[in-house]
């Protein structure tokens, strides 16, 4: 690179390292690899994402959102395993050494790493068309991970915040937002999603499953549904949390349909023991009950009451073939 592969590692990224401060770190950026302490009688959990310029983002999008959204995606798998977050590694294909560019994505993911208190370890920088990947590394206490396989018949389907944002965000970006009001916010859903962290962590012992909603809520409910032995589920559809931003932009039937298809919203879904639902209020983030597992395969949703069937690509594979799945 032209600044200077080590230059630029030096300037930008090895000062995210807080190895004094973080017991875990024996060695951070700087050497051939880290060298890192898994806690006693936990077990660590890692998951990798990757974007690519032209595939899961424009051209031109700024530095500081890529970070966030980066971020965002890689510590919400964290979030769906009930993780605390660790370490991270960061790969960076970059066309060019940029400093304007370096500046505001390192300053951006130095502030989420310090917000969410997991520390940048290590990574690899590489010259070509622009991709970044995140890999993220948490601990969870031995044998106690939620994991998308644990769902059984009359559990409750719940999921946390508002679902549908981040795709109101994306076509407001694309087409214009009708709602200068709500533009702000939506895109800030879309750009800067907020990984549910403590709300997974205090999902451990509690939750049957769990998963983050990054394909759409239909789509990711089926992986929990297939994975817990092909069980079925009832959803209430007026039961989904909307935001009123994204309501008020694009009407109530848009925005559940992005609710259930559009993907991204990086929420938790999980499914809860019924009698667990007194506890559901003492969970650090706002979380509403959607639905029901049942026995039968079916994938069932009601609205006020009414069966009903909405189009879209979710729906209509759901229509056909009895399951929803990718
Ligand atoms: P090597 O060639 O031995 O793989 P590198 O020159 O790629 O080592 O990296 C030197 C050090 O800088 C390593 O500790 C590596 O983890 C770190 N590093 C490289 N790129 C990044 C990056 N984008 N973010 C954080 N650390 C990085
Ligand atoms: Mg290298």
């Not at 998951?47 to 032209?54: A, Q």
């Amino acid at each position: 690179m032209s600044l200077g592969e080590f230059e630029l590692i030096k300037r930008f990224f090895a000062p995210l390292t807080e190895a004094s401060s973080d017991a875990s770190v024996v060695l951070g950026v700087g050497d051939d690899c880290a060298i890192l302490n898994v806690p006693d009688q936990h077990q660590l959990v890692l998951s990798i994402d990757t974007l690519v310029e032209g595939t899961h983002f424009l051209p031109d999008t700024p530095a500081e959102h890529l970070a966030s959204r980066l971020f965002g995606a890689a510590m919400s798998d964290l979030a769906a395993m009930g993780a605390t977050p660790a370490w991270l590694t960061l790969g960076l294909t970059l066309p060019e050494s940029d400093i304007n560019w370096l500046q505001s994505f390192s300053t951006k993911l130095g502030q989420l790493c310090r917000e969410y208190q997991i520390n940048l370890i290590g990574g690899d920088t590489t010259k070509g068309p622009l991709a970044l990947t995140a890999q993220v590394h948490g601990f969870v206490p031995t044998g106690k991970a939620l994991r998308r396989t644990g769902a059984q018949v009359d559990d409750l389907i719940c999921v946390s915040g508002y679902l549908g944002d981040s795709r109101g965000g994306l076509e407001g970006l694309l087409n214009g937002f009708p709602d200068q009001s709500a533009a702000e916010y939506l895109h800030k859903r879309f750009y800067a999603p907020s990984p549910q962290i403590e709300l997974g962590q205090s999902l451990l012992n509690k939750a049957s499953s769990a998963i983050d909603i990054s394909d759409g809520l239909l789509s990711d409910l089926a992986h929990i549904l297939n994975s817990s032995g092909n069980l079925g589920a009832r959803l209430q559809l007026e039961a989904i949390p909307l935001s009123p931003q994204l309501v008020q932009s694009f009407g109530e039937e848009k925005a559940r349909q992005w609710a259930l298809t559009g993907g991204e919203d990086f929420e938790l879904c999980f499914t809860l023991p019924p009698q667990a639902l007194a506890q559901l209020a003492q969970l650090p983030a706002p979380v509403a009950v959607i639905g029901k597992v049942t026995e039968d395969t079916d994938l069932q949703l009601f609205l006020r009451g009414e069966l009903c069937e909405i189009s879209g690509s979710g729906y209509d594979h759901f229509r056909n073939s009895g399951q929803v799945s990718e």
